[in-house]
């Protein structure tokens, strides 16, 4: 308010000129940090609320879900702090790293592709695995992420290439070194119950919602945030579309699924994440979301069991179905649009403001960006395939406490387990009188 | 961005004066549609997770009341905003629609109309009839929001009449065409157990919060939105406490009903919906919450009987509590509040800034005001019921495949249901034996 | 706007120039307010969903956790509106309060402290109690914190003082006076089962990820209110690696306890309230975030019991661990950062900004400063315990309705609890006939 008064004094001019500047300055500094820290929330409840709750699907490992979930993400946003803050906010003149509010929204990306890659090996790893498997996870990320958008000057806001192709990739290499040929000796706890999926529907409720922020977050700000943010909304409501009409197609009369419509809804969203930001133009996006969520929902019926049989890769969530391939339908989808970017689409100023094309890139044209996008997405696939594999490799010694085969997706196995509700029946509780349990004994 | 370059090329000046229109227009520009943009991820909640949740109370139709609110919000904003496109913002030089993010606001504000209508069929309609409902509610809901706001050019902030009033009778209209005489098979489903009420919650809750929100996210920006909001909170926190009073005080032995506590708290969001960006006064906004918690508590304890036995209007939700009543009060609360207004309370230019008593309308005085608010309630009602009758009859014929009498409320119907932990005992799977489940053996 | 239009009278000048005042102005005004607005629907969703989630953890107490906090939260904004209205904003012109959209954040924060004190007495108390607390407890919130803000100038942006500290000391000696010597009759109901926990993570990730926004909402605007925020995010994400690490090491085979992943990772954001919006640096706020992990998961383990058994206070969500601890060192570290705070850290304007030593407090120096955040302290300990003693005596009156000792933490009491799905297995509801329930009679 200091600055408000200023106007008051200031209006008899010569001092007057500085506050012209001041003031609009420190509205559109203000403004840009709003955007930020707005983006940060919402993006925040992504990563803790809806990928922890998107994971509760299963009947008796949703501590592991939310808590590990939880875990991860705490301990992965530190990491990426400092490896981002190396690779990109060191002050050189002091060897400090200084975070600002953007530093945290580039965090919670950073996570994201581990918690991706956490849905591969759901309840079948501890959680050391998990911190040795996040922790190389966030460096191959930072390093990859430095390749792809510094170095390749490829452009990926919703980064289908960067945290989804990448995420999914190394969690599925990881999953592939890890097979269990024995996993049978826990099926019956590899499904789900009622309120489990109940519980997993805020979780896609929630990434449903903000997934148009998370596209937009990083976006160019102003016209390409707001295009960014549209072009998502419509891709997922086409999705979710299709995905209900493939899921009753495929299913015995008509039903639907609940793994489709948890999951496949929100493909839309990581296909349209690198060209989120480009003129995609609604029909486009719609177009985008009605193939991915076709292409989904058929994955979890057609494919998934194809992985799991044939190419020894168990995938507890999904992840190929929902990241992978809409992920790298994602890159190609960025590559053929830049590729076709043109000044009467995107007007006098649109394709520099767009591409970045400034400085040492001032030269390049779409076509040219079209291909470096395309590497982008190659380099993305590399580091996944090569990471997971020798993260996988690592997390095969004998010396991290992972579940044996018939102790896969069991709360009890790390965490304590509240007595369950069915051994003390309430309406025993209610009489408030404490009469020996018979309904457990007769099952035993 | 079109403009920002225009003013520069306009005004040629010395090189420094440029900044000073662009920044500040830049501003304000961005600060408008960050206005815009969170109040439709604000909006968003209510309408996915809100909305959603909400109708997870029955024991057995939380899939159908959380996946087929999905699917309605999903195809709802996309057909919405074509609808409103071709009323609002087509380009008649080149026929196409311009999509900003006010539009989708919009699309959002529109889809929840046919979500309201959605509560009084729960459990009783098939998928498809519900997409039918839908694709003829968002365009009844267009006409009547165009002829409403545009032609009468009534003001409806937070959509008391165009929203609740609308939606609300839409839907009882067509649960009164599909009357079910026999639906008391179904009875031993139709209601929640104590999970779904908790889940119920969730809806509550996230409706209550950003119902400030949705009231003010279209009201007059500066002022009128400030006032909205607060007078949406105030009406809100006091139903809150009438809606305890009353339904502890008809209860036997003084206890709450969760169905009461789940939906009549949020009825003076709904009644304060008209007049909220008016000077109502934290007065007036208590005194409104106040009386629909009331009436809408004692609609759920005495008048829903009456409307399912007498006028044989069966309301699984009691959306006749909690939109219609309130929807009917707002509307008549901000008829009297329009016409009441005067130069003293708004000051010199705020009645026509509220009132937007510019252009063809500029003429117009509050008490003329006021019969044009009470005419937008009329057509309201007309729509909804004109429309939902019409809507009934299409839904009658016999090609939907809706459920049977004794099928209603279950999600067993229309969704591949996970067997139940009941029938798998935790405790047999903890012990990674598979003994044979005796339990479901007995009861059987 | 008053302001907007004395501009534009005062600046006597041609048209044009008048704009460049108005325009930054209303961006100004409007983002500060914006600031504030969506601020206060960041702290709306942590006292509303997540201290009412938090407390869903009983296995039959849900509907009171997520319903009576709803009604205190309710009752308690109101009330706030009017206490903080007389001590702050009260027009004496007019005799009248004037409420705006800050007054709304601030009412969220009052209510906060009573939320924290209602942890302590969860289940043990009626819902009159529960308003006879609040009623008491927003009213010497408001004294005391404007002793503690305005008397004595100490600074206290996210509350470890004013809330935490107040609040759990609050609800530590009511319950202490309340003290039950036969609770363990309700034994069976004292604790959790698997789907109350994860009800209970909704509450634990809302207030985790919103914390930052509740500690930077009321803080120095612009810079202050950037490293409040990212102080409290990093405080918070070292306390989860710590709470995980001090549960697996203290119980038997390593395993996590939800209890503690639930509540003692939010330690770190209390105890970084005070001093967030201080030069703190990164690495202070992780230490901070480390040893309050250390220290609420202990409590948990060893304070508890021993807080039960010596000093006779119960306390149901162990607020002890969570609020009180955590909350007096928020205070100490704040007091000592103040105390320690150097024009070289902070800048030359940075000191003056920051503690405001403006007016009456212009002379101000840091040392002097810390030794009135240390009063500041005291006054919260004082008002807490002095207050809650006399509350107490008041609720212990024989007429407020509170349950017997061996129907604590049970709905049935003031909640009409729907029939169980146990007492109606699903596969009878499935097959459409409804057989006498013989399961239920062979428990009986």
Redo the contacts between chains.
């Keep these: 308010m200091g ?2 008064m200023g ?2 004094n200031f ?1 008899d001019r010569p001092k007057n000129t500085n506050v ?1 500047w001041r ?6 500094v ?2 840009l ?3 930020i ?2 983006g940060v ?2 993006v ?2 992504m990563i ?2 809806g990928f ?2 998107l994971m ?1 699907f299963l ?2 490992y ?2 592991g879900a ?2 590990f979930n ?2 991860i993400a ?2 992965g ?2 990491w990426a ?1 400092l490896m981002q803050g190396w690779f990109h906010s060191l002050d050189y003149t002091d060897g400090k790293i200084k ?3 953007e530093n ?1 929204i580039n965090a919670d990306f950073c996570v994201a592709g581990c918690l991706i890659a956490y849905g591969a090996v759901l309840g079948k790893v501890s ?1 050391v695995q998990l911190l040795v498997m996040t922790l190389f996870g966030i460096t191959l990320f930072a390093v990859e992420e430095y390749i792809i958008l510094n170095v390749l000057h490829a452009k990926d806001a919703g980064g289908s290439m960067v945290i989804h192709t990448f995420g999914a990739y190394y969690g599925l290499s990881i999953s592939w070194v890890l097979y269990r040929p024995n996993l049978d ?1 826990s099926k ?2 590899n ?5 489990s ?3 997993a ?2 979780g896609t ?2 990434l ?3 997934w148009p ?1 998370f596209n937009s977050a990083i976006a160019d ?3 390409g945030q ?1 295009r960014a ?2 072009n998502t ?2 891709a ?3 999705t ?2 299709t995905t ?1 009409a493939i899921s009753s197609l495929f ?1 015995k009369t008509g ?4 793994v489709h ?1 948890q999951n496949s ?1 929100l493909a839309g969203g990581v296909a349209v994440g690198t060209a989120a930001e480009f003129m995609l133009s ?1 029909y486009g996006s ?1 177009i985008v979301g009605f193939f991915c969520g076709i292409i989904s929902t058929m994955g979890y019926i057609h494919f998934s069991p194809f992985l799991e049989e044939k190419l020894k890769i168990q995938d507890t969530c999904g992840i190929h179905n929902l990241h992978a391939m809409p992920g790298v339908i994602g890159g190609i989808v960025g590559a053929i649009s830049a590729a076709a970017a043109t000044n009467t689409v995107y ?3 649109g394709l520099e403001n767009t591409f970045d094309f400034t400085g040492p890139f001032a030269k390049r044209v779409p076509t040219i960006q079209g291909g470096y996008q395309a590497a982008g997405l190659c380099v993305a696939l590399c580091f996944a395939i090569g990471g997971g594999i020798f993260v996988g490799l690592v997390l095969k010694l004998p010396i991290w406490g992972d579940p044996a085969d ?2 896969c997706f ?1 709360d ?19 009489n ?1 009188h ?1 009469i020996p349990n ?3 004994d ?3």
Excluded at 255 to 258: E, R
Excluded at 412 to 430: F, L, M, N, R, T
Aim: contains cysteine.
């Design positions: 600055n408000c106007i008051r209006c012209r003031l609009p300055a420190v509205c559109f203000w403004q940090s709003m955007i820290l707005f929330f919402d925040h409840v803790f609320v922890g709750f509760t009947k008796r949703s501590f939310v808590g939880f875990l705490a301990f946003i530190q702090l975070i600002g509010v945290l959680p000796k019956h706890l499904g789900s119950v009622y309120q999926d109940v519980f529907m805020i409720l929630f449903w919602m903000f922020s700000h102003g016209d707001h943010a549209i909304y419509l997922l409501a086409s979710v579309l209900v299913e039903k639907l699924d609940m419509i809804t609604p719609l007007g006098d100023l018939e102790n069991d009890e196995i790390y965490w304590e387990v509240p007595e369950d509700e069915e051994s003390v029946p309430p309406i025993v509780a209610y408030n404490m018979k309904h457990a007769i099952e035993q």
